[in-house]
Nanobody, 121 residues
């Protein structure tokens, strides 16, 4: 069974940067698309970004395009989400997930415990 562990969240001022990391174990990493979704208090879960398995195609929410960059290291079984120009509306708990059938927001086989990102204005 897959296990995903996120790290790298924290508190940052608007305009700042954070880098989230997701370490994946228990599955064949190369077979899975890996992505991030977030959930803020009182709001619905929102898919943020995803990177495909072998081909490495990336997909991002319109509101984070040009600010967030997702990448994967198949040798280390990790996925990173670089977040620049952060805004207060990016504040949420960010979860890493894995899905065997590509980047389809809302479809997850496994996900982590989440890491808090807070952006102050």
């Amino acid at each position: 069974e897959g296990q995903l562990v996120e790290s790298g969240g924290g508190l940052v001022q608007a305009g700042g940067s954070l880098r989230l990391s997701c370490s994946v174990s228990g599955v064949t990493f190369d077979d899975y698309a890996i992505g991030w979704f977030r959930q803020a208090p009182g709001k619905e879960r929102e898919g943020v970004s995803c990177i495909g398995s072998s081909e490495g195609s990336t997909y991002s929410l319109d509101s984070v395009k040009g600010r967030f960059t997702i990448s994967r290291d198949n040798a280390e079984n990790t996925v990173s989400l670089r977040m620049d120009s952060l805004k207060p509306e990016d504040t949420a708990v960010y979860y890493c997930y894995a899905y065997a059938y590509g980047c389809r927001y809302g479809e997850y086989d496994y996900w982590g415990q989440g890491t808090q990102v807070a952006v102050s204005s």
